[in-house]
């Protein structure tokens, strides 16, 4: 396989803007909880895509965002981590946002990368203000030689974006069998999905002070039965996720399984429940072991 090419793709960007989607897109299957929250990605994921003469393996990771928090901090260094690992270095900017300090101190990382900039949702703006931006990034970024515009969502630009990040990788051997699609374990997907739901259905600081733990997986003869839990910091938001008279986690549960039940290919029976860890944010095996199980 002379002219065969294989590598890793680090994913990087400010919190929401299309990373998950993304990787989603370009493997045809749901790898990372995707929310309008920002930080619904807390650990690296990775996504392989197989063709005839390339095999990619992308890093997704949590959006770097300046924070004092622990969990936030142990994110950030895993972004980090990602760009220091990867053979490509992906940027993803939000084309509908404003430039900030953020973005300032993120291209100062990775300026001795070769990075290749996708400018994300196109479909929300007007192809003038796209034209515009790519001349002014081009003129303060003059080490980036890639400014490509895409839809994640609407999987617009994004062949043009897998041909230039091809073209970047280096020639090598398969890292990974065809069929693996990611080294992530079945059950930090099936967390993955329930999380997502709680990010959908919950709102100001709640879903970024829980966590989700699948337990068991038991299959059965028709069906699968899956025992998980939602880490709660405190009573308060025990309650706020039961709901009244338990609504809200019968929907979470609800929404979960049907994504479960597509994922798996079989029926699902979820038995999900709360805990409340007052401590699970503050000492740091415990954040570690949460955001990685």
Same mark, same amino acid.
């Given at each position: =396989?002379?002219?065969?090419?294989?590598?890793?793709?680090?994913?990087?960007?400010?919190?929401?803007?299309?990373?998950?989607?993304? %990787?989603?897109?370009?493997?045809?299957?749901?790898?990372? *909880?995707?929310?309008?929250?920002?930080?619904?990605?807390?650990?690296? !994921?990775?996504?392989?895509?197989?063709?005839?003469?390339?095999?990619?393996?992308?890093?997704?990771?949590?959006?770097?965002?300046?924070?004092?928090?622990?969990?936030?901090?142990? =994110?950030?260094?895993?972004?980090?981590?990602?760009?220091?690992? *990867?053979?490509? !270095?992906?940027? =993803?900017?939000?084309?509908?946002?404003?430039?900030?300090?953020?973005?300032?101190?993120?291209?100062?990382?990775?300026?001795?990368?070769?990075?290749?900039?996708?400018?994300?949702?196109?479909?929300?703006?007007?192809?003038?203000?796209?034209?515009?931006?790519?001349?002014?990034?081009?003129? #303060?970024?003059?080490?980036?030689?890639?400014?490509?515009?895409?839809? *994640?969502?609407?999987?617009?630009?994004?062949?043009?974006?897998?041909?230039?990040? #091809?073209?970047?990788?280096?020639?090598?051997?398969?890292?990974?069998?065809?069929?693996?699609?990611?080294?992530?374990?079945? #059950?930090?997907?099936?967390?993955?999905?329930?999380?997502?739901?709680?990010?959908?259905?919950?709102?100001?600081?709640?879903?970024?002070?829980? *966590?989700?733990?699948?337990?068991?997986?038991?299959?059965?003869?028709?069906?699968?039965?899956?025992?998980?839990?939602?880490?709660?910091?405190?009573?308060?938001?025990?309650? !706020?996720?039961?709901?009244?008279?338990?609504? =809200? !986690?019968?929907?979470?549960?609800?929404?979960?399984?049907?994504?479960?039940?597509?994922?798996?290919?079989?029926?699902?029976?979820?038995?999900?429940?709360?805990?409340?860890?007052?401590?699970?944010?503050? %000492?740091?095996?415990?954040?570690?072991?949460?955001?990685?199980?």
């Amino acid at each position: =396989m002379e002219n065969f090419k294989a590598g890793t793709v680090s994913i990087i960007g400010k919190p929401n803007t299309g990373k998950s989607t993304l %990787i989603n897109t370009i493997t045809g299957r749901k790898i990372s *909880a995707v929310s309008d929250k920002p930080n619904t990605t807390r650990n690296k !994921i990775l996504g392989v895509l197989n063709s005839k003469d390339s095999q990619m393996l992308f890093l997704d990771t949590p959006g770097l965002q300046k924070s004092n928090k622990f969990l936030n901090r142990i =994110m950030v260094q895993s972004s980090m981590q990602a760009i220091s690992e *990867a053979d490509v !270095i992906l940027v =993803m900017i939000d084309g509908t946002k404003k430039f900030s300090e953020d973005d300032l101190n993120l291209f100062d990382k990775i300026k001795d990368k070769n990075p290749i900039v996708a400018i994300n949702k196109i479909d929300l703006i007007k192809k003038s203000r796209i034209l515009g931006l790519i001349e002014n990034l081009s003129s #303060k970024y003059d080490f980036v030689e890639n400014f490509i515009p895409i839809s *994640a969502l609407n999987n617009e630009g994004t062949n043009l974006l897998l041909d230039k990040l #091809k073209e970047n990788l280096p020639f090598d051997e398969k890292i990974l069998p065809d069929d693996t699609l990611t080294d992530q374990p079945e #059950k930090f997907y099936l967390s993955e999905i329930i999380r997502e739901k709680i990010f959908t259905n919950l709102y100001q600081e709640v879903p970024y002070r829980i *966590a989700v733990v699948v337990e068991e997986v038991i299959e059965k003869k028709k069906i699968v039965v899956i025992q998980a839990y939602i880490v709660a910091e405190s009573s308060h938001h025990k309650q !706020i996720i039961i709901g009244k008279k338990g609504q =809200m !986690i019968k929907k979470v549960g609800e929404e979960s399984r049907v994504d479960i039940q597509e994922f798996l290919n079989c029926k699902v029976f979820l038995d999900l429940r709360v805990k409340v860890d007052s401590q699970w944010l503050k %000492i740091k095996d415990k954040a570690f072991n949460y955001s990685n199980i």
